[in-house]
C-alpha cells in the first residue's frame, strides 16, 4: 500500500493506493487514464508497474472514479460510525463556519453514492452540513446538486434519508447531545455479540470480495439494496452500460483478464459461448484494450433488474467449424465465407 494523503481529520482514514489492482498491471495494452485525467494536482503519473502518486491533496476524485478501485479511504469505518448514530451530521474539514458537527471528511467528492446507499440503509437520515463559503473556492468543484443528481440518476434506495443543510441553526434538530464515542464502541460490541463474527466481518468489509481480497465492483453494492426494490421498478434504466459482442474468435484473452471475472467461456450443447455477468463488471474496458479483433463494445443501459437479479448474460455462442485448410475444429463469429481458420488464413 502507498499512502497517499490524509482522508479525513476523523472518520475516513487515509488514501491509499494499491498498484497491483490497476488495469495497467494486469497488461501492457491497457489504456485507462482516467486517474490521471481527472486529478486536479495533476499528480498521478501512469507506469507499466501501475500510477505513481507524486502530489494529493485527498480530494477523493480518484477514489470516486477508479472502476478498478485502486485508490480506497478507510470507508468501512464512516459506516460503522454512521451506525452508531440516527442522524449523523457530517461536515467538510475545510468548513470556516465553526459549525457543530459529529465528524468531517476532508471533502464531500469523497462520497460516492453507490456507498452512500449501503450507509443510508442503517440511519434515520444522514446530514451533509455543506457551508458555501468555504466549498464555493474550493478547486474539487463539489455541488450538492451533483451529488442528488447521480443518486436520482442511479434510482438509488433511501436516497430521501440523505438531508443536506446549509444554515448551521438547522442543524441543531439532528444533533444528538448523549452520543459520545464510548456509546459508539460499546452500541459496536453490542452488535458484534448479537450478529456474530462472520456477520460481522461482512458488514463491515462489503467493500472487498471474499476470493482475493480485491474491492467489488460498485454496482455490485447495490445488489442487495435493489432486492429490496418492486418488481415493477426493475425495468428503470441505470447509468452502467453492458457489454456487446459483434466479433470473437473464442481465444479467452478477455475471460483471463478480465480483473472481475466478469467474462468467461463456456462449453454449450451448441459449442462454446462467450458469457458475460453484468453485475461484477467494473466496466475498466481491459476486455476491449486485449480483444485481437475488437469485438467489444458498450451497449444498451443495465436496468435494475440487471443487479437486482444477477444472472450470466451469453453475448455469444457459436457451433465447431471446422477449417477447410488444416481441417481442425475452430470456434469463430462472424463465421468465415471459406472456412478457414485464423491459423490458416495468415
Not at 245 to 262: M, N, S
Request: aromatic residues 8%; neutral net charge; hydrophobic residues 35%.
Amino acid at each position: 500500500m502507498n499512502v497517499l494523503g490524509w482522508g479525513a481529520q476523523k472518520l475516513l482514514g487515509r488514501i491509499t493506493a494499491n498498484a497491483d489492482l490497476c488495469v495497467r498491471c494486469r497488461s501492457p495494452l491497457a489504456t485507462c487514464s482516467l486517474c490521471a485525467d481527472i486529478c486536479p494536482e495533476k499528480g498521478i503519473v501512469l507506469t507499466d508497474k501501475g500510477p505513481l502518486v507524486e502530489r494529493c491533496r485527498a480530494c477523493g476524485r480518484c477514489v470516486r472514479d477508479c472502476p478498478e478501485r485502486v485508490y480506497t479511504l478507510d470507508s468501512f469505518l464512516l459506516a460503522d460510525y454512521c451506525r452508531g448514530k440516527a442522524c449523523p451530521v457530517i461536515g467538510c474539514t475545510h468548513d470556516v463556519s465553526g459549525a457543530s458537527v459529529d465528524g468531517r471528511i476532508s471533502c464531500f467528492t469523497q462520497l460516492e453514492p453507490e456507498w452512500l446507499a449501503t450507509v443510508l440503509q442503517h440511519v434515520s437520515q444522514l446530514i451533509l452540513y455543506v457551508d458555501q463559503e468555504s466549498c464555493r473556492p474550493c478547486v474539487n468543484s463539489w455541488s450538492a446538486e451533483a451529488l442528488i443528481g447521480r443518486m436520482e440518476q442511479l434510482s438509488l434506495p433511501y436516497r430521501e434519508r440523505l438531508t443536506i443543510v446549509q444554515n448551521p441553526g438547522d442543524l441543531l434538530g439532528f444533533q444528538d447531545p448523549t452520543s459520545n464515542r464510548r456509546e459508539f464502541i460499546a452500541a459496536g460490541w453490542q452488535r458484534l455479540q448479537k450478529t456474530g463474527k462472520a456477520e460481522w466481518q461482512l458488514q463491515t468489509a462489503h467493500y472487498f470480495s471474499a476470493a482475493e481480497g480485491r474491492p467489488i465492483s460498485r454496482r455490485a453494492l447495490l445488489m442487495r439494496p435493489y432486492q429490496k426494490y418492486p418488481k415493477a421498478s426493475w425495468q428503470e434504466e441505470l447509468p452502467y452500460r453492458r457489454l456487446r459482442a459483434t466479433a470473437c474468435q473464442f481465444c479467452g484473452a478477455c475471460a483471463a483478464i478480465c480483473p472481475r471475472e466478469a467474462l468467461r467461456i463456456d462449453e454449450t450443447e451448441m459449442g462454446k459461448a462467450l458469457s458475460y455477468a453484468p453485475v461484477l463488471c467494473s466496466q475498466c474496458g481491459l476486455c476491449q484494450d486485449v480483444c485481437p479483433v475488437s469485438g467489444l463494445h458498450w451497449d444498451a443501459p443495465l436496468r435494475i433488474g440487471d443487479l437486482a437479479n444477477p444472472s450470466w448474460d451469453i453475448l455469444l455462442e457459436v457451433p465447431l467449424e471446422t477449417c477447410s485448410v488444416c481441417g481442425d475444429g475452430f470456434y469463430e463469429w462472424p463465421a468465415p465465407e471459406n472456412h478457414c481458420c485464423r491459423f490458416c488464413r495468415r
